[in-house]
T-cell receptor, first 115, second 115 residues
Framework: NAGVMQNPRHLVRRRGQEARLRCSPM?????VYWYRQLPEEGLKFMVY????????ESGMPKERFSAEFPKEGPSILRIQQVVRGDSAAYFC?????????????FGPGTRLLVL | DQQVKQNSPSLSVQEGRISILNCDYT??????FLWYKKYPAEGPTFLIS?????DKNEDGRFTVFLNKSAKHLSLHIVPSQPGDSAVYFC??????????????FGQGTILTVHP
């Protein structure tokens, strides 16, 4: 049973470009969460999605960031017009049903570097 | 507002001895707690969890203790092994309100186990 997959593992963008990060949840999981880890900090929640629905986006910056989890295919975190402050590790996690007493399993992360 | 705190940035122990990692929280809505281990350039790996209806959960060398009245939990690793050297994150979530679904992480504790 494959774990959570993320690609690319490393992404380099110049200021002003767009970054697209992909996440395929574990088989049988329909709930996806995105977290960001800035240098020397813990992980911070960004957005929680179920298939075709955004459940909670309270951690997403108001501008330039968007996320989706379509009926078919991976979840996508999109960052438009990237700035140097967007450089971070972005982790995706998944869980089966979104129940409270349920573990979230993490992918290996995408390390975004903005030049 | 740091709702989950790990006040020790680092901990160093001798192989074979006990490692105790601590975590404090402030949000009374949190009722499910998890510990993750993270190596550099990898995603967090789930270790052990505990529900607020329990005060102890054990899995092999890992035991988590929860003191609800003090809003404090700890992870005990016995005996510690050099392969346990990693960053350990405490995380919490709740069944309702703004704590639903998403994990709130502490800043992490770097554990070093010396041979």
């Amino acid at each position: 049973n494959a774990g959570v997959m993320q690609n690319p593992r490393h992404l380099v963008r110049r200021r002003g470009q767009e970054a697209r990060l992909r996440c395929s949840p574990m088989k049988g999981h329909s709930h996806v969460y995105w977290y960001r880890q800035l240098p020397e900090e813990g992980l911070k929640f960004m957005v929680y999605l179920q298939k075709e629905n955004i459940i909670d986006e309270s951690g997403m910056p108001k501008e330039r960031f968007s996320a989706e989890f379509p009926k078919e295919g991976p979840s996508i975190l999109r960052i438009q017009q990237v700035v140097r402050g967007d450089s971070a590790a972005y982790f995706c996690a998944s869980s089966p049903r979104g129940a409270n007493e349920e573990t979230q399993y993490f992918g290996p992360g995408t390390r975004l570097l903005v030049l | 507002d740091q709702q989950v705190k790990q006040n020790s940035p680092s901990l160093s122990v001798q192989e074979g001895r006990i490692s105790i990692l601590n975590c404090d929280y402030t949000n009374s809505m949190f009722d499910y707690f998890l510990w993750y281990k993270k190596y550099p350039a990898e995603g967090p790996t789930f270790l052990i969890s505990i529900s607020s209806i329990k005060d102890k959960n054990e899995d092999g060398r890992f035991t988590v203790f929860l003191n609800k009245s003090a809003k404090h939990l700890s992870l005990h690793i016995v005996p510690s092994q050099p392969g346990d050297s990693a960053v350990y994150f405490c995380a919490a979530k709740g069944a309702g309100g703004t704590s639903y679904g998403k994990l709130t992480f502490g800043q992490g504790t770097i554990l070093t186990v010396h041979p």
